[in-house]
């Protein structure tokens, strides 16, 4: 059976241009509220981004957004997230010293408990997986650790909140997309027994989330409101796969979403362990328990079953005591690690009995 063909471009922007925004009076296109444009096969999405006092009065520019893409030829799914605009923070203020220059804090940005933080409906434990620099593995982490609780029989999600980077899809093998309820919520995908949300459903393959900060949190937002579980079908365990830092979307998230815990991922190394440490001052602040540290490319299994420590040796252990929280794991180096990411089949689901399967599972039961 062939695929539909995708929606003209110029089509869906002339179409969306029909449709009035109620503040400027011009099409929606030519008042920039047209965001994200997803054209793929008989589908056509976008994110409609307004100011939160704005919301109620947008609901029927959405509705009519949607009708007039679904007018247009060769959309068969016509889908638009109404979103709001959080206001966006001054900026950070310099002040001089007779030796050097520092950044004035931001009284915005001081951080303490968040009270208005709360779970998703019917969301037992949310657990956020953090680093404080990339390529340390936290996704992998997060996509073989939620993987790990569906195996051991426990209702899993997986929140892929990096906006920027997102590799959950990948990583799961999923090619489905997401739908919307009767509420226009978002309403996740399942494979391996998770239930998965990430913006890399929404956004082209390869194409770059070119957004601003605002953007970017207003689609965290969305997300985050997604139907992760029901009063018939709650969820135990709810996995937030973080990006590396301490920006705007680990703010938003703690500020939103009331979290039981942060596990911080580093690899043995110095300078991983050194920004490790950020991520889990910035949690301590708001008042998150540090779950746990893992260790990941703890080292590399040479012929003859000699472990070769390529990034050091002792780190994560170390960080962990000096942070006062267990070591939850040491992941090794592992070519089937590598393919099973590569390939969407998530080692802990497809390989348990293998070296780094066996330590997501330990890992697993430890946090249920």
């Known amino acids: 059976m062939s695929e539909p063909p995708v929606p003209d471009r110029a089509a869906v922007l002339e179409a969306l241009d029909g449709v009035k925004d109620p503040r400027s009076g011009q099409g929606l296109r030519q008042a920039g509220l047209v965001r994200g444009l997803v054209l793929r ?30 007018a247009v030829a060769n959309v068969a799914t016509a889908q638009v997230v109404l979103t709001a605009e959080a206001p966006s923070a001054p900026a950070p203020r310099y002040q001089a010293t007779p030796s050097r220059a520092r950044v004035a804090e931001d009284p915005q940005a001081k951080l303490g408990a968040m009270p208005e933080a709360v779970k998703p409906d019917h969301v037992r434990k949310v657990i956020a997986v953090a680093s404080g620099k990339g390529g340390v593995g936290k996704s992998t982490v997060s996509v073989n650790l939620a993987v790990a609780f569906a195996k051991l029989g426990l209702r899993a999600g997986l929140l892929d909140a990096d906006i920027y980077g997102p590799s959950a899809p990948v990583m799961m093998g999923i090619t489905d997309e997401p739908t919307f309820d009767s509420e226009k919520r978002l309403v996740p995908v399942e494979a391996w027994g ?24 207003s689609a965290l937002r969305t997300m985050m409101a997604s139907v992760w579980a029901t009063e018939r079908e709650p969820m135990d365990v709810l996995i937030v796969d973080l990006p590396p830092g301490t920006g705007d979307i680990q703010l938003t998230l703690v500020q939103r979403m009331k979290l039981d815990g942060a596990i911080i991922v580093t690899t043995p190394q110095e ?46 252990a170390k960080e962990a005591e000096r942070l006062g929280a267990p070591l939850l794991a040491q992941i090794p180096i592992e070519v089937g690690l ?3 990411c590569d390939t969407g089949r998530p080692i802990a689901a497809t390989q348990p009995d293998s070296a780094a399967g066996q330590a997501f599972l330990q890992m697993a039961k430890g946090l249920a």
């Open 41 to 70: 096969p008989g589908r056509a999405a976008f994110m409609l981004e307004v100011p939160p006092e704005d919301v109620e009065r947008y609901r029927p520019v959405r509705e009519a957004a949607e009708r007039a893409l679904q």
């Open 338 to 340: 590598r393919e099973a």
């Open 194 to 217: 998770v239930k998965v949300m990430s913006i890399g459903f929404i956004v082209e393959e390869g194409n770059a989330a070119i957004w601003r900060g605002p953007m970017a949190t």
């Open 271 to 316: 300078i991983a362990l050194v920004d490790a440490r950020r991520a889990a001052t910035m949690f301590r602040k708001v008042g998150t328990p540090i779950l746990g540290v893992v260790e990941n490319m703890a080292w590399y299994e040479a012929p003859g079953g000699v472990r070769v420590p390529i990034f050091g040796e002792g780190g994560g």
